[in-house]
């Protein structure tokens, strides 16, 4: 004959939860348990375990123990309005983590940070509007960005596209000279080629361009996306190549 009441080593058996969690929801008043023997001990009868199973399955679907206290003091009905929110929920987280994770895929496979969607569906702000901020709180002022903010606003989006992944492909043949002297004439021929693609968006004159090197030199996540197109010296050789450049 089964015993009519269960003792906390009978419910861990069942549940697979630890003595120690129970013992805890009973501190917090979640769970508690049927029956206290003189000796203090924890009895539990059989309907309470279906109790304890629904605090599991809520627990699972991500509620918190205060949330869960709660919602057991609900009516079935309320608590399936609830489950269904929670659902949407869920969905919703879910759609997060495989965002994260294809950005997660992309970072590991070399792909630099700024190209990375990880925070399209955030109240943070994508990276690449980031920039733009950060470009422009830097900048804003000057006659040069207000140019090439201008010149931006009035292309359409499969001409930036296009400018863009020109300037990617001049990024790349450079990475391929990163072996010779930067005063080459085929990198500074690169150079000039980066410098026309450039003057698409703005005026530059040697002092804008000195500061876009320097940029390119020292912002740690200038170095990080230039390392897809090459190694970790891209950066550098840039800086080196475009001040030979000014300097000629």
């Known amino acids: ?53 629904t605090i599991l399955f809520l627990k699972e679907m991500d509620f918190s123990l205060k949330e869960i206290a709660d919602i057991l003091k609900l009516t079935r009905q309320e608590q399936k309005q609830i489950l269904k929110k929670q659902s949407q929920n869920l969905l919703s987280k879910k759609q997060r983590l495989e965002t994260i994770m294809v950005a997660l895929d992309e970072y590991v496979s070399g792909n630099d940070i700024s ?23 830097i900048y804003g002022e000057t006659k040069a960005y207000k140019v090439y903010n201008e010149t931006l606003e009035n292309l359409s989006v499969d001409e930036k596209e296009k400018r863009f992944s020109d300037m ?26 980066w410098k026309e693609n450039l003057m698409h968006f703005m005026t ?11 940029t390119y030199k020292f912002d740690a996540r200038f170095k990080s996306y230039f390392n897809q197109y090459g190694n970790e010296d891209l950066a550098d050789f840039l800086y ?9």
Not at 10 to 17: A, M, R
Not at 170 to 185: E, F, L, N
Not at 204 to 214: G, N, P
Request: charged share 30%; glycine share 2%; aromatic share 8%.
């Open 1 to 53: 004959m089964k015993k009519p009441l269960l003792a906390v080593k009978d419910i861990v058996q069942i549940t697979g939860i630890t003595a120690r969690t129970l013992h805890y929801y009973d501190r917090i008043d979640l769970f508690k348990p049927t029956h206290l023997t003189e000796k203090g001990y924890r009895l539990y009868d059989r309907s309470s375990l279906e109790k304890l199973q």
């Open 115 to 137: 190209h990375l969607q990880i925070f399209n569906s955030s109240t943070v702000l994508p990276l690449k509007e980031q920039y733009a901020n950060e470009a422009r709180f």
């Open 168 to 193: 990617e492909e001049i990024y790349k043949k450079i990475a391929s000279c990163v072996d010779q002297d930067p005063s080459t004439d085929e990198v500074q021929r690169l150079i000039e080629e």
């Open 204 to 214: 530059c004159d040697a002092e804008l361009l000195a500061c876009i090197a320097h």
């Open 240 to 248: 080196s190549a475009i001040m030979r450049n000014i300097n000629r």
